[in-house]
């Protein structure tokens, strides 16, 4: 079982900057691609950012630019940058990585931080 372990929310102006880290433990195999995700009340959760194995990431259009994820393959750690926070930005953010196992994919999922950014 996949343990996550994020950290690094809080409440920020407008304009400025956030650091999340997402901490995974106990997989006896292979972690995947790793994510984070956002949610805010009445919304469906969204993809932010993911960065694969190899370390490619990709973003959505909305945080291009100002987001940036990156991981520690050797700590199994993914970081979420973010910077020019935007009120729009407000959410909790959960942290989601793939473990594969013989060519099948287990999900994980964090417990969330949340993230608040004031106009």
């Known amino acids: 079982q996949v343990q996550l372990v994020e950290s690094g929310g809080g409440l920020v102006q407008a304009g400025g900057s956030l650091r999340l880290s997402c901490a995974a433990s106990?997989?006896?195999?292979?972690?995947?691609?790793m994510d984070w995700y956002r949610q805010t009340p009445g919304k469906q959760r969204e993809l932010v950012a993911t960065?694969?194995?190899?370390?490619?990431?990709n973003y959505a259009d909305s945080v291009k630019g100002r987001f940036t994820i990156s991981r520690d393959n050797a700590k199994n750690t993914v970081i979420l940058q973010m910077i020019s926070l935007k009120p729009e930005d407000t959410g909790a953010y959960y942290c989601?990585?793939?473990?594969?196992?013989?060519?099948?994919?287990?999900?994980?999922w964090g417990q969330g931080t949340q993230v608040t950014v004031s106009s």
């Open positions: 989601h990585v793939q473990e594969r196992r013989f060519g099948i994919l287990a999900d994980y």
């Open positions: 106990g997989n006896r195999f292979t972690i995947a691609s």
């Open positions: 960065i694969t194995g190899a370390g490619t990431p």
